[in-house]
Each structure stands twice: as C-alpha cells, then as structure tokens.
C-alpha cells in the first residue's frame, strides 16, 4: 500500500504562451513516498535538505491538492507522505507543481485510479494556488501528463497535449538565485496593448503550428515573447546577455522558465543542446552567478 513517485520539473509559460503553455523535462524531478492509512488525515514527512516546508496539510502545497481530491472523492482514506524533493523552490522549473501532482497522482494509483491523469490536474492546480496565489495549470497540466500541455481554456478546464517532433532538447539554467513565482506575478502589468497582444499570439500560435509540422525554424522565430518577458528579465540579473550566449550557441530560441529566474533553450539536437547549456552557465558565471544546467529531450 506505499508507492514511490517521480514528478518531473516542468517548463511553463514557453516564451508567448503566458499561463497556457508547459512541458514536461526529464530531470531534474520530485520523489514522493505515499502510503495509504487505515485512519483519514494526511501526515506529511519532509526528508529534503535544502527546502524546509509546512508539515501541516492545509498550509503544505501537496497537501492542499491532496485533500481537494479526496473531498472530491468523498474519500476517508488516510495518507502518509514523504518528500524527497530534488527541484529547488523558487528556481522556474515547478517546484511546487510536482509536488502537488505528485500526491494527487500517488494517492489515484494507491485508490485503484478511480480518475484519469487529466483530470487530476484541478486539484494539483490548488496547490499552486496556496504557492503563489494564482491556480495555473501550465506547470502541473505537464508534470501530470507529460509532454508538451496546453491549456485551453481554464473554465472550463480544457487541456490539450501538443505532439512534439522528434529533436528537441531544452536546456534550463537555474541561476542560484531565489525568485517567487507570487513576486513575479505582482510586477506584471494587468493591461497589455492591443499591438502587443497582436505579436503575442501570432508567436503563440506559430509555436504550435511549429510543434505539429516539425517545423523547427518556425519553432525557433515563435519563441518570443513581448509582454512579460520585458518586465521579468529586469528581475534576472545578465538575462540579455545569456539570451544572446544561447542564440549565438545554436539554440532556437530563449526565454524565462515559468516566472523565472530559470532559463529555458530549444534545440534540435542533444550536441547543441548541452554546448548552449554550457554557453549560458560560463555567461551566468561571468555575471558572478552560480547556477545549475539541465540538459532533456521533451
Ligand atoms: N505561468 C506561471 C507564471 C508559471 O508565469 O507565473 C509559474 O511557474
């Protein structure tokens, strides 16, 4: 009755697609140990170094997403869980998403999956709600499902997963610097002009026409992104100048990881995708910046 989990960082927001876009990497990941319980409530065990988190369910992001799936399954089981995680908070990559996907996801498993993976999301997506104050879905939509998600429509919920062609690798920097999602959401503009919605959407769009047709120059010249990137860069120190490192390297495009200061690369081959990795952690350094690369085929 005890299941061990990996929940896989995950890339949102993709350049233009702001709160509608993700995907899935393949480390670094979450572990979880989940174990059902003879008697109801949730107990929570936390085995990471780095990361301290609220052990009490209603403050603990997995938890929260927790009990709004057994609420929903009018569930009196029990649960016990124990975190291993691998995924810095605070680095762009969903920390707090595979957290909270990985217990929902755990918890259906140890229930005889009484729901689909797909429709675990809206639970996960409460847990991001308890992290940063916003329930978006584009960092626990692809820890869940895997692969390239996008979201729709957020009511009603509709997911869609977008085919990927066969060579593409992101490369993610985490400059060893802390950025909350919830303080990157407050410096955005709740306005945007109607021109720059106009580039916004074309890139959105282009991007996924890009995905269907494997067309990766297309891919390439649809990651950009005029509306958030402009203000959130202020927040990465050396962002400019990394950007241009990774182009200059080879990569199709470059923007922020989900509200950053993670940064993410596309590339059409695992060669290039580690010389772009390397290009930006020498230019993160020049910065007097630490930082860690990923290296992951999508
Ligand atoms: N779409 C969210 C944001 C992702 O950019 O704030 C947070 O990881």
Redesign the pocket.
Known sequence: DSLHIFAPATV??VAAG??ILGFALNAPGDEITIRKTDTPGITIHNKTEFASMPLAPEKNTAGVALQAYLQHLGSEHGFEITFLKKIKPGS?I?SS?ASSAAAVFGANELLGRPLERKDLVQFAMQGEKLA?G?A?A??VAPALMGGFVLVRSYNPLDLVTIPVPENLYASVIHPQIELK?ED??RVLRKQILLKDAVVQWGNTAGLIAGLFKGDYELIGRSLQDVI?EPIRSLLIPGFESIKTAALQAGALGCSIS??GPSIFTLSTSEATAQTVAKAMQQMCSQQGIESEIHVSPI
Do not use: E, K, L, V
Request: charged share 15%; no cysteine; glycine share 16%.
């Open positions: 949102a927001n702001f709160d762009g969903g998403a940063s916003s978006h584009d960092n999602t990157s959401r958030i989900g509200s």
